[in-house]
């Protein structure tokens, strides 16, 4: 069966620190990878996808930046952090797909806070 | 483009209530439609899906009904638990072939306490 993993759980990071969140998943390959913000008691915004390698598309212009350095694994980073950052990141993936329809999987989710 | 639209939350409801979220969606094509699960401090768990007109998503005690003619798909439950209280969010995924990006639309979410 298929696990997704992120780490660190929870993070306290200072403004203007950098960040590094990791997402790997187990057991499918050549996923599609998100990750998604959510803001404290409010929806879920899509900040990249990757359907590949190397492959990233960023949804919102900002200050963080996702790379995707072997297949299984997706990291979400940032070279200075805003108070704005804070929030819930979830990582999801998803089956490579041809034609659309189908379903996420979510990660546990980092807590991130900064102060 | 896509959207999803839930009714707005809190819903507070009593131990063994009826339960509906309303879920309505505006797409070209012919999307998936999920209804998503999110109880405090996780991440968002599938709860049930529906991959074209008529289709029912059943799941825990939950069922949803993809309805094309009113372009909805409303979360139902015959007896809520106070176990139910999580966040729920509604959402499409479109199904047209020139994209494999499985890009998800999501609702805003709709929290829903339940009381003992």
């Known amino acids: 069966s298929q696990t997704i993993h992120q780490w660190p759980a929870t993070l306290v990071q200072p403004v203007g620190s950098p960040l590094s969140l990791e997402c790997t998943v187990e057991g499918t390959s050549n996923p599609n990878l998100y990750w998604y913000r959510q803001a404290a008691g409010r929806g879920l915004q899509l900040l990249f996808y990757s359907v590949g390698i190397g492959q990233i598309s960023s949804e919102v212009p900002q200050n963080l930046s996702a790379s995707r350095p072997q297949d299984r694994q997706f990291i979400l980073s940032s070279k200075k952090l805003l108070l704005s950052d804070s929030g819930f990141y979830l990582c999801?993936?998803?089956?490579?797909?041809?034609?659309?329809?189908?379903?996420?999987?979510f990660g546990p989710g980092t807590r991130l806070t900064v102060t | 483009g896509d959207s999803v639209t839930q009714m707005e939350g809190p819903v507070t409801l009593s131990e063994e209530a009826f339960l509906t979220i309303n879920c309505t969606y505006t797409a070209t094509g012919y999307p998936s439609l999920f209804w998503y699960v999110q109880y405090p401090g996780e991440g968002l768990q599938l709860l049930l899906k529906a991959t074209k007109a008529d289709d029912k998503g059943s799941n825990k005690g939950f069922e949803a009904t993809y309805r094309k003619e009113t372009t909805s798909f409303h979360l139902e439950k015959g007896s809520v638990q106070v176990s139910d209280s999580a966040v729920y969010f509604c959402?499409?995924?479109?199904?047209?072939?020139?994209?494999?990006?499985?890009?998800?639309?999501f609702g805003q979410g709709t929290t829903l306490q339940v009381k003992p």
């Open positions: 999801a993936w998803s089956p490579l797909l041809t034609g659309g329809g189908y379903e996420q999987y």
């Open positions: 959402a499409l995924s479109d199904n047209k072939g020139s994209s494999n990006t499985g890009k998800l639309i």
